[in-house]
């Protein structure tokens, strides 16, 4: 009887990928500061709806009376133990979010206010699927603005094992099309878990088995492509660098298995991940404390544990090609609602982080809060389209100024100044771009 | 005057607009092409479709309820849309074997002894939705009243409520039981209304603390835009007043003058309808609370409601909603695309709403929807075009192997990894049903973890802790003459799929059973001892099973 003659992730995999995975370092570039993905972008979609009113707040002026008047349980008080923690002369950052706090002082950290979606809706899931598809008003569109991105950008390497990874069961909508994003919740799990001596011959059965072109037929060649690729590079055990600490549950890890991924350095170009449980409707928690403030902690550790983390993998400080953004799909109705909580609504906040944001500020234009200002009379309005964000992250961090190819429909791009960079010509060109000829994960040869 | 009866036309612009986008968009996602799956016969298509796949000998019962296919799936249909004809002795004696204590308990008793008894435990709590998860999985792998569970699983989804907090735990059976699978052979608007007054979605939807001073929109925007009309009808933020300053719906209208699209100030003013919709904590019953409810009149979909009308208000919206074109097209797209294919063809959705339309006074309304759908000729011209999803996938797998079934800890854990744990879904949209979300690496990988821990030793054999209840018994199902690697893998397609493999997955099947011995040559005993359960393990990770 005759056996494989290595282990099965060999079994009909691209000379790449032997290539590699015959080499004695578990790194696919080298070293960290010559692997060629130089920049790395992290979304975290906060689902459900952020109530970025109570997280960034007026504090003083007017706006800060018709605050008051309108959220008289949830207001985040100006004095006491949970008083706001000062952003600069008008806005404040509630109490819970200390963390963020942190990086927001040590300039880490970039608060773009009354940001989002323009579209006319109040609805998770359209709202969802607008921003993460990139094209608002539309759903029709097959591939999501990350996958979009990825196809057009034009200074990426020939060659890339793992460029987009989606922590979690399920693929967002922003990867939509992507055919080359794996997902996973850690590396731990991503095994195939077969019986020591049949699992190898069963693999062998699995390439045969799929090698077709049917959607079914991809996923399945792509998933066990990916498996050799992460069973062959993850460690095993994982220390997170300069002693950081990610928060318990499934935030923490996500954010941890974005680590891992990234010091295995398979090339990552983008990551996503998600923290739901936004939509409070009902007891989000009293004066800068309860429930949002627990989610903030969540939120800010997480992100703070991440970057100290990446701050020192043995020496490289993976942070400095590091963006992190964080948004949600629309914020919450100014007027509390009688259940002390907050129902849908419009402008929000976003978050950006990392080593090159121009952080320690608040941007954008703050629109106001009397009721004239508001939108529909009702929301806090949006000032800064949400992809004026993206883009700029795209341009002066990833270095790709295809937006008409992102963000069709898109058009009058300047940059808001929320992180550093070079500035490019916009190209608003909108041929959709066809997907990559570039060598990612191994194509099956037989 | 206008027909009453006759299913109005297509919206336009914007609804008409989304079908063709989404017909669009999915015209232009890779399709399963010929010669990698080609469409099996409709007894096969049946079994998969209307239940969740054959057990051993389903595929010759089907064929004996007829001497021709249409005729097998007109009897079999008929048969499944009467589940109280069915004989399930062999289910039923199973699930009294479980001693379940919680399933046959009231309303009144479920809220009474499981959510506000004093010092309820966190067990008491959850029983009645452990039990019903527990009882919904053996019905789906033993209960011959298959499309009663498909449904049971779609009208949860639809109807989605996260089951294990403290309010919904407790009343699951309830909302299972009387709710859900009360109406599902039933009328769609006693099926809303129930869900409606249920104690699991008025706290899941924040409904119990709408008032008129402190309106909650949570239950409203869903019951909107998940529970009847769907986002393809919603126009979005747009004002009611027109240009000389009265009130006027901007959405496109029927022949009646009646909004076929919905705005936010429909579910505004909906929302002032359920004020006072709650809970009456000491029994658990529906409760109206006049005293918070909106007195004033409130025009939803350019409808006004008579102001005092208290309870009937609500109603009034459901009655609105519930008789919607909107409703009609948006139910029974989403019925066809679980019945059918991920997008199912117009004319078979159209063909659908209009018995839902016409019907919707009819105490058997879902039934004959359903029976609509599940023989056309779409119903048995599709396959290939949905992937099973983890509850089709687990469930097929142990029916068709014939497993000896029984829930434990590591069932219920490997399951769960899968990606569907069951009333577990949070947002209020239910599990997708598409599938691009159940393609993608994680839930593909998860197949195969959960295949090769089934296939391990201490389940096909053995004595490990679970050697009762879990069983899968390969060898003994494989009969004594056939011996060699060729006719076990065509012996077990016809067990496992009712039909032979494409080649390309046979011969890759072959390759590994023979082990690279001559594959039309009889095996040695001990190969077949050591490599059957792997083989049968590869059937269940094929691509052949994974179709719907």
């Given at each position: 009887?005759f056996?494989?003659?290595?282990?099965g992730?060999?079994?009909g995999?691209?000379?790449?990928i032997?290539?590699?995975?015959?080499g004695?370092?578990?790194?696919?570039?080298?070293s960290?500061?010559t692997?060629p993905n130089?920049?790395i972008l992290v979304v975290?979609f906060?689902r459900?709806g952020v109530?970025?009113l109570?997280i960034?707040?007026p504090?003083?002026g007017?706006d800060?009376?018709?605050?008051?008047?309108?959220r008289?349980?949830l207001?985040v008080p100006?004095t006491?133990?949970?008083?706001?923690?000062?952003?600069?002369?008008r806005l404040g950052?509630h109490p819970?979010a200390?963390?963020?706090?942190?990086?927001?002082?040590e300039q880490?950290?970039?608060i773009?206010?009354?940001?989002g979606?323009?579209s006319d809706?109040?609805?998770?899931?359209?709202?969802?699927?607008?921003m993460?598809?990139?094209?608002?008003?539309?759903?029709?569109?097959?591939t999501?603005w990350?996958?979009r991105h990825?196809?057009?950008?034009?200074n990426l390497?020939?060659?890339?094992?793992v460029p987009?990874?989606?922590v979690g069961?399920?693929?967002?909508?922003?990867?939509?099309g992507?055919?080359?994003?794996i997902?996973?919740?850690t590396?731990n799990?991503?095994?195939?878990?077969?019986h020591?001596?049949?699992?190898?011959?069963?693999r062998v059965?699995l390439?045969?088995?799929?090698?077709?072109?049917?959607w079914?037929?991809q996923?399945?060649?792509?998933t066990m492509d990916?498996?050799?690729v992460?069973?062959r590079?993850?460690p095993?055990?994982?220390?997170p660098?300069?002693g950081a600490v990610?928060?318990?549950g499934s935030?923490g890890r996500?954010?941890?298995?974005v680590?891992?991924?990234?010091?295995?350095q398979l090339g990552?170009?983008v990551a996503?991940l998600?923290?739901?449980?936004w939509?409070t409707?009902?007891y989000?928690?009293?004066?800068g404390?309860?429930?949002l403030?627990?989610?903030l902690?969540?939120?800010g550790?997480?992100?703070?544990a991440?970057?100290?983390?990446?701050s020192?993998?043995?020496?490289?400080?993976?942070?400095?090609?590091?963006?992190?953004?964080?948004m949600?799909?629309f914020?919450?109705?100014f007027?509390?609602?009688a259940?002390?909580?907050?129902?849908?609504?419009?402008g929000?906040?976003m978050?950006?982080a990392?080593?090159a944001?121009n952080?320690?500020r608040?941007?954008g234009e703050?629109?106001?809060?009397?009721?004239d200002q508001?939108y529909?009379?009702?929301?806090l309005?949006i000032?800064?389209?949400?992809?004026?964000v993206?883009?700029?992250?795209?341009i002066?961090?990833?270095?790709?100024?295809?937006l008409?190819?992102?963000f069709?429909?898109?058009r009058?791009?300047t940059?808001?100044?929320?992180?550093?960079?070079t500035?490019?010509n916009?190209?608003?060109?909108?041929?959709?771009?066809a997907?990559s000829?570039?060598?990612y994960?191994p194509?099956v040869q037989n | 005057m206008?027909?009453?009866?006759?299913?109005?036309?297509?919206?336009?612009?914007?609804?008409?607009?989304?079908v063709a986008?989404?017909?669009l968009?999915?015209s232009?996602?890779?399709?399963a092409?010929g010669?990698e799956?080609?469409l099996?016969?409709?007894?096969?298509?049946?079994?998969?479709?209307?239940?969740?796949g054959?057990r051993?000998?389903?595929l010759?019962?089907?064929s004996?309820?007829?001497?021709?296919s249409?005729a097998?799936?007109?009897?079999y249909?008929?048969?499944?849309?009467?589940?109280?004809?069915i004989?399930?002795s062999?289910?039923d004696?199973?699930?009294?074997?479980?001693?379940?204590v919680?399933?046959?308990?009231?309303r009144?008793?479920?809220?009474?002894?499981?959510?506000?008894?004093?010092?309820?435990?966190?067990?008491?709590?959850?029983?009645?939705?452990a039990?019903?998860?527990?009882?919904t999985?053996?019905?789906?792998?033993?209960?011959?009243r298959?499309?009663?569970e498909?449904?049971?699983?779609?009208w949860h989804?639809?109807?989605?409520v996260?089951g294990?907090?403290?309010?919904?735990?407790g009343?699951?059976v309830h909302?299972?039981?009387?709710?859900v699978?009360?109406?599902?052979?039933?009328n769609?608007?006693?099926?809303?209304g129930?869900v409606a007054?249920?104690?699991?979605?008025l706290y899941y939807?924040?409904n119990?603390?709408?008032?008129s001073?402190?309106p909650?929109e949570?239950?409203a925007?869903?019951?909107?835009?998940?529970?009847?009309?769907g986002?393809e009808n919603y126009?979005?933020?747009?004002?009611?007043?027109?240009p000389?300053?009265q009130y006027?719906?901007p959405?496109?209208?029927?022949?009646n003058g009646?909004p076929l699209?919905?705005?936010d100030e429909d579910?505004?003013?909906a929302t002032q309808?359920f004020?006072?919709w709650?809970i009456n904590?000491?029994?658990?019953?529906?409760?109206?609370?006049d005293?918070v409810?909106a007195k004033?009149?409130?025009?939803?979909?350019?409808q006004?409601?008579p102001?005092?009308?208290?309870v009937q208000?609500?109603?009034?919206?459901?009655d609105?909603?519930?008789?919607?074109?909107?409703?009609?097209?948006?139910?029974?797209?989403k019925?066809c695309?679980?019945?059918?294919?991920?997008?199912?063809?117009e004319?078979?959705?159209e063909a659908?709403?209009?018995?839902?339309?016409?019907?919707r006074?009819?105490?058997?309304?879902?039934?004959?929807?359903?029976?609509?759908?599940?023989l056309?000729?779409?119903?048995?011209a599709?396959w290939g075009?949905?992937i099973?999803?983890?509850?089709?996938?687990?469930?097929s797998?142990l029916?068709?192997?014939g497993?000896?079934?029984?829930?434990?800890d590591?069932f219920?854990?490997?399951?769960d990894?899968?990606g569907q744990?069951f009333?577990s879904w949070?947002p209020?949209?239910g599990?997708?049903?598409?599938k691009e979300e159940?393609?993608?690496t994680m839930?593909?990988?998860?197949?195969?973890r959960f295949?090769?821990w089934?296939?391990?030793?201490w389940?096909?054999?053995?004595?490990?802790a679970d050697?009762?209840t879990?069983r899968?018994?390969?060898?003994?199902?494989?009969?004594?003459h056939?011996?060699?690697?060729a006719?076990?893998?065509d012996?077990?397609a016809q067990?496992?799929l009712?039909r032979?493999?494409?080649?390309a997955?046979r011969?890759?099947?072959?390759?590994?059973?023979?082990?690279?011995r001559?594959?039309?040559?009889?095996?040695p005993a001990?190969?077949i001892d050591?490599?059957?359960?792997f083989?049968?393990?590869?059937?269940?990770m094929?691509?052949?099973?994974q179709?719907?």
């Amino acid at each position: 009887m005759f056996k494989p003659s290595r282990r099965g992730f060999l079994v009909g995999c691209s000379a790449a990928i032997a290539t590699w995975a015959s080499g004695l370092s578990f790194t696919a570039f080298g070293s960290a500061g010559t692997e060629p993905n130089q920049e790395i972008l992290v979304v975290v979609f906060l689902r459900g709806g952020v109530d970025g009113l109570n997280i960034v707040l007026p504090i003083a002026g007017e706006d800060r009376a018709h605050y008051e008047a309108r959220r008289p349980r949830l207001a985040v008080p100006l004095t006491g133990a949970n008083a706001a923690l000062p952003l600069d002369a008008r806005l404040g950052l509630h109490p819970g979010a200390t963390a963020l706090y942190g990086l927001y002082q040590e300039q880490k950290l970039a608060i773009v206010h009354a940001a989002g979606l323009t579209s006319d809706t109040r609805s998770h899931f359209d709202a969802m699927q607008f921003m993460e598809l990139g094209t608002p008003d539309s759903k029709s569109s097959t591939t999501g603005w990350l996958t979009r991105h990825l196809r057009s950008a034009s200074n990426l390497p020939a060659s890339l094992i793992v460029p987009a990874l989606a922590v979690g069961n399920l693929q967002p909508s922003s990867l939509l099309g992507n055919r080359q994003s794996i997902g996973m919740t850690t590396p731990n799990d991503f095994n195939f878990g077969g019986h020591w001596e049949f699992g190898d011959w069963q693999r062998v059965a699995l390439r045969k088995m799929y090698d077709g072109s049917s959607w079914l037929h991809q996923a399945a060649l792509q998933t066990m492509d990916a498996l050799d690729v992460v069973e062959r590079a993850n460690p095993g055990t994982y220390a997170p660098g300069n002693g950081a600490v990610y928060p318990n549950g499934s935030f923490g890890r996500s954010l941890q298995t974005v680590a891992q991924v990234i010091r295995m350095q398979l090339g990552l170009q983008v990551a996503t991940l998600d923290l739901g449980g936004w939509d409070t409707h009902e007891y989000q928690g009293d004066g800068g404390t309860g429930y949002l403030s627990d989610k903030l902690k969540e939120l800010g550790q997480g992100i703070e544990a991440l970057l100290l983390d990446l701050s020192n993998d043995n020496g490289t400080d993976h942070t400095r090609r590091l963006t992190v953004v964080v948004m949600s799909e629309f914020g919450r109705s100014f007027q509390e609602n009688a259940s002390r909580g907050t129902d849908h609504g419009h402008g929000n906040i976003m978050l950006v982080a990392g080593g090159a944001v121009n952080g320690g500020r608040v941007h954008g234009e703050w629109p106001g809060l009397a009721t004239d200002q508001l939108y529909d009379r009702r929301d806090l309005a949006i000032t800064t389209d949400y992809r004026r964000v993206l883009s700029e992250i795209l341009i002066r961090r990833l270095g790709n100024p295809q937006l008409g190819a992102v963000f069709p429909g898109y058009r009058s791009y300047t940059p808001l100044g929320v992180v550093q960079g070079t500035d490019l010509n916009p190209d608003y060109t909108e041929a959709t771009p066809a997907p990559s000829q570039r060598i990612y994960l191994p194509a099956v040869q037989n | 005057m206008t027909d009453n009866s006759q299913l109005p036309g297509t919206v336009e612009p914007r609804s008409a607009q989304r079908v063709a986008e989404r017909a669009l968009q999915w015209s232009r996602v890779g399709r399963a092409v010929g010669e990698e799956v080609d469409l099996p016969a409709p007894e096969i298509i049946a079994l998969n479709r209307m239940g969740f796949g054959p057990r051993p000998g389903d595929l010759e019962a089907l064929s004996a309820l007829g001497s021709d296919s249409t005729a097998r799936l007109q009897a079999y249909v008929d048969q499944q849309l009467n589940p109280e004809s069915i004989d399930d002795s062999t289910c039923d004696a199973l699930l009294a074997a479980q001693a379940f204590v919680t399933l046959g308990k009231s309303r009144q008793q479920l809220w009474q002894e499981h959510v506000v008894k004093e010092g309820v435990t966190w067990e008491e709590r959850m029983q009645p939705v452990a039990e019903t998860l527990r009882a919904t999985f053996l019905r789906a792998i033993y209960s011959k009243r298959q499309l009663v569970e498909v449904l049971a699983d779609f009208w949860h989804n639809h109807f989605n409520v996260y089951g294990w907090d403290s309010w919904s735990a407790g009343t699951w059976v309830h909302y299972d039981r009387d709710v859900v699978r009360g109406n599902l052979l039933g009328n769609f608007r006693q099926m809303l209304g129930a869900v409606a007054q249920s104690a699991a979605m008025l706290y899941y939807l924040d409904n119990v603390s709408n008032t008129s001073a402190g309106p909650n929109e949570n239950y409203a925007r869903e019951l909107f835009e998940l529970h009847t009309l769907g986002a393809e009808n919603y126009l979005g933020v747009a004002s009611i007043v027109g240009p000389d300053g009265q009130y006027l719906h901007p959405a496109p209208k029927d022949a009646n003058g009646h909004p076929l699209l919905y705005i936010d100030e429909d579910i505004y003013a909906a929302t002032q309808c359920f004020t006072g919709w709650r809970i009456n904590t000491e029994s658990g019953d529906f409760q109206f609370v006049d005293s918070v409810h909106a007195k004033y009149s409130k025009i939803v979909l350019a409808q006004a409601t008579p102001s005092g009308a208290g309870v009937q208000d609500g109603e009034f919206v459901l009655d609105l909603l519930a008789a919607h074109p909107g409703t009609a097209r948006y139910l029974c797209r989403k019925l066809c695309r679980r019945l059918i294919a991920d997008d199912p063809p117009e004319a078979i959705v159209e063909a659908a709403a209009a018995v839902f339309y016409s019907q919707r006074e009819a105490p058997d309304q879902l039934k004959q929807v359903v029976r609509t759908i599940l023989l056309s000729p779409e119903f048995r011209a599709t396959w290939g075009e949905k992937i099973k999803r983890p509850l089709e996938y687990t469930c097929s797998l142990l029916r068709a192997s014939g497993a000896n079934f029984a829930w434990s800890d590591s069932f219920r854990y490997r399951y769960d990894a899968l990606g569907q744990a069951f009333y577990s879904w949070r947002p209020p949209d239910g599990y997708p049903d598409r599938k691009e979300e159940w393609s993608s690496t994680m839930p593909m990988l998860q197949r195969w973890r959960f295949c090769n821990w089934l296939m391990d030793g201490w389940r096909v054999g053995g004595e490990g802790a679970d050697k009762d209840t879990l069983r899968i018994d390969c060898r003994s199902q494989l009969p004594a003459h056939i011996t060699s690697a060729a006719a076990i893998v065509d012996f077990w397609a016809q067990r496992l799929l009712g039909r032979s493999l494409p080649a390309a997955e046979r011969g890759a099947l072959i390759e590994f059973m023979a082990g690279g011995r001559n594959p039309e040559n009889s095996l040695p005993a001990s190969q077949i001892d050591e490599r059957l359960r792997f083989l049968v393990g590869l059937f269940f990770m094929a691509p052949s099973f994974q179709w719907r």
